[in-house]
Each structure stands twice: as structure tokens, then as C-alpha cells.
């Protein structure tokens, strides 16, 4: 069965640190990828997404994430996090447009100030 | 642009009773999921439809859970008879398959309560 995983479940960091999540995922061929982030009590949005071309994404909020076929992975990163960060983040993926979207467990970002 | 609107967006209710979620589409768009989120359980995707008409039902939970799409701007999620377990936040999402990469876009979601 298709899956995604995100391997940290909470994450800790002050500001100013750098951020980098994991994801990674069992499909084979090709998939188009994505990130979303939630902030407390509100809906899912898009973060950054990839299909095609350069495997190094930049999405909004200073976010990037590197697609690495080889290793099945899809991080996210962002050099230095703000108190704003503090959400949570969700990995996806589909076998293309149409397809259904498989999200991972989540990531909860807490960033002290 | 008016994105995926539900509604309610609080709906508080008693054990046993009936509860009817509703969800309105980006105008367009010809896929409609409803997830359910839980922290137990994180996003649960329950039932998706194509053009109306539904293609995997399979995380429904249950038969108290039915799921309709009469028209291509609107869809219901109806629980009857409602247990404290249905407790989470419903969301509602759509995207347009024919172009771009499935992208889903989320409605704010219903926060559900069984008393």
C-alpha cells in the first residue's frame, strides 16, 4: 500500500534555528509532492509543491523543499524559523493530477521566542 | 475568489442525533474530498467524488456515515445517529484534475462535538 511518512512527530526549536522535516514515501514512477501547513485552528494550505523540473522547491514564508528520487524523500526545510512557524505540517503525495492525495502523520512545529 | 465554504463551522450535538456537514466547492473544480481530522488519528481521507459521483468510499467508518453530492456545488456529510467518537474536525477540499498537479484545496473545516 501507498504511504507517507513523516518521521517527527514534534519538534522543538527557538527562533532563529534552522528547520529541516522529513518525509519520505513508497511509491514507485512518478508522483507529484507537496506540503501543507496548519496553524492552530485553521485549515490547510499549501506550502510549496513540486512535479516537475528543478527537484529544489522554494514555496512561500522563506520554506524550500528538495525532491530526491532515490531516496523516496521529500524535506522541508527553512534556514531560520520564526514564533509565525508554529504550526503544523503535513507531507502529501499523489500519483498525479487527479489521483487521490495521501497525506503523512504531521509534524507539530512549536518555535519559542 | 470565494474558496471551499462549509458549513457549520461549530456544531455542537448530542448522542443519537442526526448531523448534516455541507460543503460547496470552488466553482470548477470536479473532484470533492472529505478528511477528517482527529489527534489520534491525524487526517483521515473518508470519501471522494469525481464529476458528483462518489469513487472510494472506503474510509467512511461506518453505515451511521453517508456522503452525497447531488449537484457539482454542493455535497453533504451526514451522521446518523451520532457518538462522541465523531468527535474532530470535518474539512471539506476540492481540485481540478484536468490541469496542474491535484492540488487540494482545503475549506476551514466544522468542528464537530458529540455530547
Known amino acids: 500500500a501507498q504511504s507517507v511518512s513523516q518521521h517527527n512527530h514534534h519538534v522543538i526549536l527557538s527562533e532563529a534555528a534552522s528547520l529541516e522535516l522529513g518525509c519520505n514515501y513508497s511509491?514507485?514512477?512518478?508522483?507529484?509532492l507537496f506540503w501543507y501547513v496548519q496553524y492552530p485552528g485553521q485549515h490547510l494550505q499549501l506550502l510549496l509543491k513540486y512535479f516537475s523540473g528543478d527537484p529544489l522547491v522554494k514555496g512561500i514564508k522563506g520554506f524550500e523543499a528538495e525532491f530526491i528520487k532515490s531516496k523516496f524523500s521529500f524535506n522541508l526545510r527553512k534556514p531560520s524559523v520564526q514564533w509565525s512557524d508554529t504550526a503544523e505540517y503535513f507531507c502529501?503525495?499523489?500519483?498525479?493530477?487527479?489521483?487521490?492525495?495521501?497525506f503523512g502523520g504531521g509534524t507539530r512545529l512549536m518555535v519559542k521566542p | 475568489d470565494a474558496g471551499v465554504i462549509q458549513s457549520p463551522r461549530h456544531e455542537v450535538t448530542e448522542m443519537g442525533q442526526e448531523v448534516t456537514l455541507r460543503c460547496k466547492p470552488i466553482s470548477g473544480h470536479d473532484y470533492l474530498f472529505w478528511y477528517r481530522q482527529t489527534m489520534m488519528r491525524g487526517l483521515e481521507l473518508l470519501i471522494y467524488?469525481?464529476?458528483?459521483?462518489?469513487?472510494?468510499d472506503s474510509g467512511m467508518p461506518e453505515d451511521r456515515f453517508s456522503a452525497k453530492m447531488p449537484n457539482a456545488s454542493f455535497s453533504t456529510l451526514k451522521i446518523q445517529p451520532s457518538e462522541p467518537r465523531d468527535s474532530a474536525v470535518y474539512f471539506c477540499?476540492?481540485?481540478?484534475?484536468?490541469?496542474?498537479?491535484?492540488?487540494?484545496?482545503f475549506g476551514e473545516g466544522s468542528r464537530l462535538t458529540v455530547l
Open positions: 511509491y514507485g514512477g512518478t508522483v507529484n
Open positions: 477540499a476540492s481540485s481540478l484534475a484536468g490541469v496542474g498537479t491535484g492540488e487540494l484545496f
Open positions: 467524488f469525481n464529476n458528483n459521483v462518489p469513487i472510494d
Open positions: 502529501a503525495v499523489n500519483k498525479g493530477a487527479g489521483n487521490m492525495l495521501t
